[in-house]
């Protein structure tokens, strides 16, 4: 059973992909109303653990309770039901091909309510204003560039309020005037609606700024929670080698790989 | 020896498996498709699109192909019966060839590459672009609001074509034995209507073009669920969907008209 302040319980998560095991026993609490940050080096599986609480990816062993629900456990309809109450912003925002920003926006908003014409009109213009793309809404996701595209996902992410909302990648691609504006946006949704945010992000001092609570993972385990202080002082290596950015330290920069010389004097690969 | 025979029987036995493990994936998938039944009436205008995307755009190549089979099979029909001196019943060998087999196969066959290919790329790449990924995030079941409508659209546009194929290629028959090569129109249009009979013939080809409609736009949503979302998965996925599709199309023909056809 979920305590009543965590929104999200992640218990000794074990998960693979072939051979290469991406998590060997995660577990970590995603507090609600807050924002949390989930960082680490690429291919950690940072995503793979969203889909993981979206129900969308199975583990191996282990829990994932959100709402109380363990997620993996849910019939089909519940899930989807559950999914209404959840907003994601993919990484490569997933806008719908064949509608406009203002049909991709109003899409949650038109199969999940009753709601009139008239206001989802109203609601999707305010999001997309929101983002700053309210010029934008009759462009097809085709006329928009990669950083707008990630704006008009986070409008359709948050189009419904959901309760959780979970950001891959938000600041990706953005200029620093749409990063800032998004940094405040994530910061005042979670401030004036309450929302409980998930955020995986490589930009670490704007993610640092905003986040309640930091989770750091890598090879397969969380290796540092905490509050931003409590991770800028913290003394493992390999937080400081990620926050540092150094290229050297415990995290290797390279995939594992044969000796270089050895391997470019031997003729065979 | 003994080592390479339990390799063998082994790959043998993995393959069995991951051939059924994929049937049994496909027909969930059919299953949770299929079952979305009482939602077919709001979203018909799903179903619409697909009618026009799958039925009418595929509407020319069923036409034209149609057309040009009606008139070589009345082309060889008259040369082959006008031996016998029974070049008045090329009107029954045109019609019956095209409604009892023609129409649903090469229909099917023409669908498999014209509409089954276009599903599944669309799919697969749908899968690439994370679009399902956000359909299901959005509390949406992608095999509702996706796979559903393209079944049910196959399903009623296929029998709808092989239809206009067959009518299609009865008139290209018409043109070249009875305007070209001079067969009396009475007797074409008169021993043609005595032969072809509506439950035996036009019926059962009808209930083939059906069964291949059903089978060619499962192969087709199936294979885009499942492709591997990069380019050269979505090609391989498209190239498995024609030709799963045309080798079905075939093996079942000959099943179905066994059974239609053949006195069991």
Redesign the interface.
Known sequence: MAHSNNIIEVRNLRFSRGKRVIFKDVSLDIPKGKITAIMGPSGTGKTTLL?MI?G?LTPDAGSVSVFDKNVHQLP?NAL??L??K???L???G????DMSTFDNVA??LK??TDLDDQLIRAVVLMKLQSVGLRGAAQLMPSELSGGMARRV?LA?AIALDPEIVMYDEPFAGQDPIGMGVLVSLIKKLNQSLGHTSVIISHDIQETLNIADYICILADGEVVATGSADEIRQSKSAQVQQFINGHPDGPVSFHYPAPDLIQQLMNRSN | MFNSVVESLAGVGRFSIDKLAGFGKASIVLFHALVVWPQFRTNTRLVINQLYSLGVKSLLIVAVSGLFIGMVLGLQGYTILVDFGSEQSVGQMVALSLVRELAPVVTALLFAGRAGSALTAEIGLMKATEQLASLEMIGVDPLRRIVAPRLWGGFICMPILSMIFAIVGVYGGALVSVEWLGVYSGSFWSVMQSAVDFYDDVLNGIIKAIVFGFVITWIAVYQGMESVPTSEGIAQATTRTVVYSSLMILALDFVLTALMFGGF
Do not use: H, I
């Open positions: 889909k979206g969308q089909r989807f039901s999914r209404k959840m907003g994601m993919f990484q490569s997933a806008l719908f091909s899409f949650p199969v999940n996902a359709r």
